[in-house]
């Protein structure tokens, strides 16, 4: 009788510490991607992978993300394209993210950066432009807005 008391009160205790241990890790395992017209996100301009990283915190560790602006570089382009490509100008897309409704971009998928890729956003007008630099950290926001200009479009 005592085991089977024990068994009762203990098991939801352990199912309840075994829940509660998993959820950060859970949170940060969490696949989330933008889409077009999407609302999920947040923060335009800052720079994501500050807290959607390891140990940061936010939901969902980021291996790209970042903000797009209009030619004002101040209101958002919202639903466009990022690409990274392994070629410069290259039309061979490694990678293609979906700017969502607020100008962000964002995926938790696995990205071989290898040697470097090289990012281009095309907008909801179809107009490209590209970046001359490869990067290996898909940190858009870290230098965008930051250490250079915003990345702004048609
Ligand atoms: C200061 C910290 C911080 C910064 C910077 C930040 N986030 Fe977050 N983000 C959070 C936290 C905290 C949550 C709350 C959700 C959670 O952890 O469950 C969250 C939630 C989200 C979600 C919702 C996830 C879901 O589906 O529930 C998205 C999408 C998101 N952030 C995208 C972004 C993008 C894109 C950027 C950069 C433009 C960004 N975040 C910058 C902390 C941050
Ligand atoms: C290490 C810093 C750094 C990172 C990280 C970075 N950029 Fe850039 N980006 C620059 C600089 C500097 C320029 C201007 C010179 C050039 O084109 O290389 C630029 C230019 C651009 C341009 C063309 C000019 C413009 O603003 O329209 C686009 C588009 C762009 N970056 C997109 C991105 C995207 C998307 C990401 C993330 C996937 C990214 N960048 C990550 C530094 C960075």
Request: proline letters at 3%.
């Amino acid at each position: 009788m005592k085991v089977l008391v024990m068994f009762v009160v203990c098991l939801p205790l352990l199912w309840i510490t075994s829940c509660s241990d998993s959820e950060t890790t859970e949170n940060e395992e969490a696949f989330l991607q933008s889409s077009t017209y999407g609302s999920k996100s947040h923060n335009t301009g800052s720079d994501c992978m500050q807290c959607h990283k390891k140990g940061g915190g936010a939901k969902g560790i980021f291996t790209v993300a970042g903000s797009v602006y209009q030619l004002d570089k101040s209101r958002p382009n919202p639903n466009g394209l990022v690409f990274l490509s392994a070629l410069a100008n290259g039309r061979e897309q490694e990678v293609q993210l979906n700017v969502d409704g607020l100008g962000n971009f964002y995926t938790t998928e696995t990205v071989a950066f290898g040697k470097g890729l090289y990012p281009q956003h095309k907008s909801s007008k179809d107009t490209i432009r590209y970046m001359n630099d490869a990067i290996t950290n898909g940190s858009c926001n870290s230098c965008h807005g930051r250490t250079t200009d915003v990345i702004y479009n048609y």
